[in-house]
């Protein structure tokens, strides 16, 4: 069974910098290009990146790219995402998942961040 | 970006109705179209893949349709487990992008 656990979650100031882990397992995580999805909590989901199988290649929403950065631990079967400079706007639910075909397949169940002071 | 408009936002149906939703693009995605199920409190399922292909699990009461920039998630028959929020993605370009969602509910 795929599980894609999240963690690292919370409230934190602005400004501030948080890092999310997704512990994977049911599949063979180096296999898998894995990305990053949140969801506001007005419901509106908005894709923040992906990484490929290695580790060698990201691709990023345009609107994140300076403040988040993507990266993977095959050897712990983990996914991460670094957010820096953290802003009001980033408080979301933060969806780790497998991409499969362009899409994603499998979602974690999610964990939040809470941006505020 | 290629925008996805989802519509209805919302929907009421009776059980054993069938319904559509519906997913326009802003520019040609090449069936590289998802659905997704999110039910309350829950993370995203994924129903349909590249358009119209069934992922594993899902009843075939769910279908997809479409191409070019239309497509359109169909229920054969609303069940009470379908009540919930569903949204398509596409997958054709950077960055991927949703739609902004629809909530089916029993009536």
């Known amino acids: 069974e795929v599980q894609l656990v999240e963690s690292g979650g919370g409230l934190v100031q602005p400004g501030a910098s948080l890092k999310l882990s997704c512990v994977a397992s049911g599949f063979t995580f180096s296999d898998y290009w894995m990305s990053w999805v949140r969801q506001t909590p007005g419901k509106t989901m908005e894709w923040i990146g992906d990484i490929k199988y290695d580790g060698s290649y990201t691709n990023y929403a345009p609107s994140l790219k300076n403040r988040f950065t993507i990266s993977r631990d095959n050897a712990k079967s983990t996914l991460y995402l670094q957010m820096s400079n953290v802003r009001s706007e980033d408080t979301a639910t933060y969806y780790c998942?497998?991409?499969?075909?362009?899409?994603?397949?499998?979602w974690g169940q999610g964990v939040m961040v809470t941006v505020s002071s | 970006d290629i925008q996805m408009t989802q519509s209805p936002a919302s929907l009421s149906a009776s059980l054993g109705e069938t319904i559509s939703i519906e997913c326009r693009a802003s520019e040609d995605i090449y069936s590289n179209l998802a659905w997704y199920q999110q039910k309350s409190g829950k993370s995203p399922q994924l129903l349909i893949y590249a358009a119209n292909r069934l992922q594993d699990g899902v009843p075939s009461r769910f279908s997809g349709s479409g191409s070019g920039t239309q497509y359109s998630l169909k229920i054969s028959g609303m069940q009470p487990e379908d009540e919930g929020d569903y949204f398509c993605?596409?997958?054709?370009?950077?960055?991927?992008?949703f739609g902004s969602g629809t909530k089916l509910e029993i009536k």
């Open positions: 993605l596409q997958g054709s370009k950077f960055p991927l992008t």
């Open positions: 998942t497998r991409t499969m075909m362009v899409t994603c397949d499998y």
